[in-house]
């Protein structure tokens, strides 16, 4: 006779690497706004808010959907979700951030003078603009026609094998120049003093 499986998640257990330190808490703690009463005073009991903040740094520390937090038996999605909103609209995660920079200059020193913020260009998924000009292949230059051995018409001395030689010739001249370069440049930021932490 075959067993019968439950579908429901396993109950959590109290502290499973994934939730505030009181330390942490106590900091937390003063900057939630107060509770809004219900309208009607007869509903369920609130989630307690360090619950709820536990399940908002799960979601934010694993990068999991709101939606898989119902697993977890921290608090309901939809808790979680609301509450995130709430504290969000009421700066408190601002705050805390704000709170922490300050902390961390305080113990490790910030060089406020500077800035650094990262980023990243990449071609667009889709090819970019309608109108952008084509590629017409390597080495082919627009209206010029490939023969049968892939030289261009009228070139004297190999069409694209040609170019691709001169190009190889010309780069054996820039690989020692800039091997040079670069053992100047490694001596000059092992000189230069270290600096502070930027933002």
């Keep these: 006779m075959a067993q019968a499986t439950s579908t429901k998640p396993k109950a959590a257990v109290a502290d499973d690497g994934w939730r505030i330190p009181d330390g942490l808490w106590a900091e937390i703690a003063p900057l939630l706004p107060p509770r809004k009463p219900h309208p009607l005073g007869c509903h369920n009991p609130r989630v307690d808010d360090r619950r709820a903040m536990d399940a908002i740094f799960f979601v934010l520390r694993t990068a999991c959907q709101w939606n898989a937090l119902n697993a977890t038996g921290i608090c309901s999605s939809s808790s979680a979700h609301r509450r995130f909103q709430e504290w ?13 920079l300050l902390a961390y200059d305080g113990l490790e020193g910030i060089d406020w003078e500077w800035q650094a913020i990262d980023g990243a260009m990449t071609k667009a998924p889709l090819g970019g603009e309608k109108d952008g000009e084509e590629s017409h292949g390597p080495g082919q230059v627009r209206g010029e026609a490939f023969g049968a ?15 691709q030689r001169a190009r190889q010739v010309a780069g054996r001249g820039d690989a020692a120049e800039s091997a040079g370069d670069r053992s100047r440049a490694d001596a000059r930021r092992a000189a230069a003093p270290v600096r502070r932490q930027g933002v």
């Design 88 to 100: 969000v609209e009421a700066g408190v995660f601002r705050e805390l951030w704000r709170r922490g």
């Design 149 to 163: 051995d892939r030289r261009g018409r009228g070139a004297v001395g190999g069409g694209r094998l040609g170019r």
